[in-house]
């Protein structure tokens, strides 16, 4: 037998006996550690480390909720207006309603064209105009300032009674939801695009932030120059300005603002500063019992304010918050839409739940809309050709 085959096999004798005697040990204790850790598992004190390992899990977890975050595409607002995220701007205005039950059908008609004709005036492409018509239950509101003016001054006992009988009737219709409000307002959207709007953005930011940091940290720390850079200048889809290039652009939206307000065949009345951040807010949260005071910060950011309820799915609606909100749609291709279904919408006794109706108009620009149309013409034609020619 070989010398080395010999030694081969002592080594590994010896090796399994080591072993054996390491494991020999280490599996009793290896059986009374997971008896311990079974006892100690069930004790009071694993089980309040255990609570407060997960809440201290939960907080961490407070910078970084589970699901997608909410985005708005309103970022501050200027003056009286909305600022957006595009650099546009948008103006809400008090649409009044008046009565025109008992009017002439001359005088509605009349106001629709007047209507149609300022809507049909060529304005900047990517203009939107929209009319909104929100109707919500009337608690009662001309019952209680009823009775607040009502005295029973020298007024006849049997004639109070039989007067509270009808106030009595009149309020459980309300409190059934019989009733409702509505309120009518438009709005105008007027994009604003500067020749300065691309500089801040793109390769036009990239470039000077990284020669800014090489400059600050010199040529060594080139990678993390580029890293800074890149944080620093990514595109988060917001368009910045500076105080004069701002103000020049609000000039341009405010030409287009007159022009309407001078072309309504009705008084518009514009939102003020405090109108308008709580009609803003109050749509985007409608759980929200209050509205909060916005600072005059200028360039302040209020997503965060307006992105603070929860949506998520239901099925066939959305949970916002705790409100369930549908949408529907009647614009359908092929279907026309008459004037016979909004009068039917917003003249039914019936729909006194919450609800808003949109009317919404976007100004194309002519040149690429007619090029788009004739892209999809002959790819359409191009779909009825076979491989041999026929049609």
Known sequence: MDLSLIIGGILAAGASGIGLGIGARLVPLGLQAGRDWRVLSRSTKATGQRLVAKQERSEFRLAEPPGRRRDSSIVGLYEDTLRRKDGSYTRLYDFPLPITFNAHEAVNESVCDEIGRMLAVPKPPGTVMQFRYAVSPDPGRAIAAHLRARSYDRVYLPACRLHDNNVDFYKALADAGAFRTENASFNITVPVHLTDDDTSRGLSAFVPAVLREVRDGGIRHFSHAVAQAHVNTRDDGVVRRLINAEAKAY??????FRFVEMQSPVPLRRLERKELWEAVYQSHCLNAPSTPHLSRVPGLDVRD?????????????????????????MMRPGDALFATSMRALTAHPALTFRHTLVAEFIYLDQRRAIKQLDRRMRSVKRTNNRADGRK
Not at 251 to 256: G, L, Q, S
């Open 305 to 329: 304010y307006l992105c603070g309820e929860t949506v998520e799915s239901g099925g066939w609606y959305m949970l916002h918050g705790s409100t369930p909100v549908a949408m529907v749609s």
């Open 251 to 256: 000039e341009k939206a405010e030409k287009v």
